[in-house]
Structures are given as C-alpha cells and as structure tokens.
C-alpha cells in the first residue's frame, strides 16, 4: 500500500507545483491542477482495485506515450534507461563493437562492421552469425537486448561464439570494446575527375567540421564541382545545419530562424564564419526521407540560388525539439518551435495542432502551398518540404526483387560468394559476369520465390466482384487465360529483371570486402540521381538555367 500512496503523493505533488507558479492565465493553471489531481486518483483507484495486477511504471508509460502522441510525432519522454541510446542519437557516439546486428531469418547476423572498428580488426565480416555473448544464447533474444550485451564501456572485453559460412566450427573470438564515433560523413571520394562526392548521413556534434574536411579533401584531389547526398538524412541539430550551410554561404546571411511560444526562444541563426567555397558548383541529393536539418540545409542553399537540388521532394519537418530534464534522471524531448529558412517559407507538411473529427492528419494540399521567392526571383512553396530542381522518381521495385530481398537470398548469395573468392576488383570496377549470374539462379532453385503481382492480386478481386454479381461463369475462361499469362511472364522475371538484380548483388558482393565506402562507390554507374547529378554539373549552360528558372510545387 506504501507504493500506492507514494505514487498518489507524487503527482499531487507535481499539480501542486505547476498551481504555485500561477499569475497570469491562473484559470489555465488550476485546469492543469485539476486534471492532474484527476489523474493521480483515477491511478490509485485502478491500482487498488483492478481485478489483475498492474504495473504501475507500464500503466503511468503508456499513460504518458498516448499523451505525447496526441500532440506530434517528435515529443517524446526518454526514461532512464533510454538516455544512453539517446546520447548516441545527438553525439553519435557509444561503447562497443562497431558492427550493425540484426536479426535474418532468426539469425542474429554481423550486416556491417565500421571500418577500423574493433569488429573489423578482430577479424569480423559481414555474414557472420553471432550465437553467442559471455556465453549466453542469443536464440531467443530480440535486436535490443543483443545490442545492450555488446555495448559496454570502452576497454572492457567481450567474447563473441560466431559461426562463419563455409567454416565447420563456430569459432570464439575476443573483442575489447572501444569508443565508438558514427561518422556524419560515412564516404567521400570522387565520382569523376573533376566531380567530388560526398555523405552527409546525420547531423551530430561535428558534423560541420567533417563536411568541411572531406571539402577541403576532395578539392585536393582534383575536386572543380561537389554533389551533397542528403538523401535519407533524418537531421539532426540544428546549429550543424547552420555550421554547414555556412560553408558554401557568405558570412552574415540569415540560415534559419525559429518561432516559439516562448518569445525569448525566438532566434535568427546567422551564418557567423568565413565559407569554405561560394563559388564551387554544388548539387544537393535530396529524397521523400531528407528531414528537418538536412531540409535546413537544402532550404538555405536553394533560397539563395547556391545549389541545384536533384531528387525527391524531401519530407517537410519544419519542427524545432529541445531536451527538459525531468525527475529521476529522464527527460523530455519536446517540440518548441517552428523554423523558417531564408526565404520565409517554413515548410511543415502536417499541422499536427489542427486534426480531422476522427483523429486524422493530412498534408497540406499543394493547391494551399504559399509562394516565396529565392534570392534571384525563383518562385518556391512552403508548407510540404522542399522541391527539386531536377526531379528524380523512385522507381518502382519489381515483385521479384521484394522476394529475393526479403528472404535474404542476395545477402546470402553474397556470403557465399565472398567465401569462394578471396579478391575482386575495384568497387568502382567489380562487375557480376553472366556466368556468375547463372550460378545464382541456380542458387535459387529449390528457393520460395513465390510472390502475388498486383495483376494477380486484381484478378482475385475480380473474381471476387464476379462472384457476388453471378457473372463469374461467363468471364472465368478470359480470367484464366490471363492468369496463366502472367504466370508464364513471372517464370521470366529472373531474366527480366536481370540488370536490376545484378545491380543489388554487385553493391552487396563489394560490400564484403570494401564495406561501406565500397557500397557507396558500388552504386556510381547505376544511381539515377548521382548520374543526373553529373549530368547538371557537366552542363553549365544548365546549370545556371535551372538557378534562375522557378522550381515547380
């Protein structure tokens, strides 16, 4: 009963704080006391009389989660034992191997040790099934519970049981865990001798600093003109998006600014230091999941006409959250603001204070977009992300292609293939002969390939409609037909869509010996959005049209 009571005490207590500090808007207070005061004696009364048991640190959570939830997406309560992996978001930094782990299959399996990792200098590759940690199975663990047994203080040691394809016996293999840094920038390297590329995958403490270094080293390298991935970028912290803006932006123009209800929050982020290059030519990759800081930093150098942006229309966070810190270590990340990039336009895609009778949220329409102007007079929107310049369409992938990722069949190709040959070529210059292409087809025989097109799909619904209308009879020989037309088509889809399926299976076989830089360098000749990207860039005429031409909504 002494928990019960406590439990009671403590939110009581926490109306009664939130009451003492009224003034003005008192009537707003005593509302927050009474609900409050409402709250923490409705969870007494269930605590105390619920037919089961409760618990109450589950009950009070999903209480808080559901309320969070009501507001956004991005306002979320980080308990204590969370902290470290939030650290991990905002520093990018953590105690460990260096290797990405993930369940396939039911397989704990090693998806990619960091280059210089203790992962990688212990010998560990990409395939490798983890079995066991300090001794203790991992059959029936889940993705977090591995990561918390490898991750641990820096100098300390784990001992990994790992089984390796082609290998009879599992093998022990001792690891001293170290400090982990996940670079902002993953890969930099040139695409062309005159093109630099480079990563930008987060925006962690640093991230200026390393955009800046891999800019300055790629214009070692003979670098005259530089394409930005920002693609699938989620962001990040916003003074970075500001640090990287500056590099290519003068000193004293405005990046960004935020809109609070707290008016003191209010800010213009200037950028403060002398750029790196204003001159250089500059694309920006952008994709349907750039986000928030990498939105700043898109938005900032389209408004001022610095950059072409090739790709999707990115994914319309214009949202500012801070950390509070709460009782008992935990804290509240919570959105405080709205940001608006040079232009003005602030480029939210939902209004998530405004919701549908049911409880539903919808993207600004396009026909609701407002119209800004860049520096030079280019007509752009706000209120739905930020527009290309040059559009690139995700292509759709094929019903094929699904199924051999989703079953894990090219990874597990892969493996095998790495354990047959010791060497390749080059990642820019590894290419999967027709010989090697049949010996995966024949690796499939025997495989579940089995997929439903959207054909079949349509055709079942059609049967369905047919039956209830009675007109099946009729229609079923035409129906037939065309099922086994396109079962016949689906026997082909191995050839079909052979440039696709080698495409992946070249990235993934050159990740086994070159790991990440390899499988970015994998992807030169066949990304769509790199070759348009080169296209712009080696088209200057083009280059300055699509600077003073308005970009489309």
Known sequence: MLKKTFAGLLVAGAAYGLFAFKGEGSERYFDIAKNLDIFAT????????????????KLVRTGIDAMLKSLDPYTNYIPEDDIEDFRTMTTGQYGGIGALVGKRDGR?????????????????????????????????????????????????????????????????????????QINNVPYYGMVTPEIGYLQLSGFTVDAGREVHNAVVKLKEQGAKKVILDLRDNPGGL???????????????????????????????????????????????????????????????????????????????????????????????????????????????????????????????PDSLRVAFKTASGRVVYDGGGISPDVEVKEQPVPDIIRKLVSKNYIFDYATRFRAANPTIASAKDFRLSDAEYQKFVTFLNGKDISYSTDVEKALDDMIKKAKEDKHYDEVKGDIEQIRKKV??????????????????LEQEIVSRYYLQKGLVEATFNDDKNIVAAVEVLNNPTKYQSLLSTSTKK
């Not at 026997?491 to 495409?503: A, C, H, S, T």
Request: proline share 4%.
């Open 42 to 57: 409705l969870f007494k009364e269930v605590n105390t009389y619920y037919v089961d048991e409760v618990a109450p640190s």
């Open 108 to 180: 704990i399996i090693v998806s990619l040790p960091h280059e210089g990792s203790p992962a990688q200098k212990a010998g560990l590759i990409i395939g490798d099934e983890i079995l066991k940690i300090d001794g203790i199975d991992l059959s029936k663990k889940n993705d977090n519970e591995v990561s918390k047994l490898l991750k641990g203080q820096a100098g300390t040691t784990v001992k990994l049981e790992i089984k390796r394809f082609g290998v009879e016996k599992p093998m022990l293999v001792d690891l001293t865990r170290a400090n982990i």
């Open 238 to 364: 916003l003074n970075e998006s500001v640090n990287i803006s500056n590099l290519f932006l003068p000193r004293g123009k405005d990046i960004v600014s935020t809109k609070s209800k707290v008016a003191d929050w209010n800010k213009m982020y200037k950028a403060l230091d002398e750029p790196l290059d204003v001159q250089m030519p500059l694309v920006v990759l952008t994709s349907s999941n750039s986000a928030s800081a990498a939105e700043i930093v898109a938005g900032a150098l389209q408004d001022y006409d610095r950059a072409v942006l090739v790709g999707e229309r990115t994914f319309g966070k214009g949202l500012v959250q801070m950390t509070r810190p709460l009782s008992y270590n935990s804290q509240l990340k919570v959105t405080t603001a709205k940001y608006y990039i040079p232009s003005g336009r602030c480029i939210q895609a939902i209004d998530y204070a405004h919701r549908a009778a049911d409880g539903s949220l919808h993207k600004t």
């Open 487 to 504: 079962a016949a088509n689906k026997g082909n889809d191995l050839m079909r869509f052979k440039p696709e399926i080698v495409e992946l």
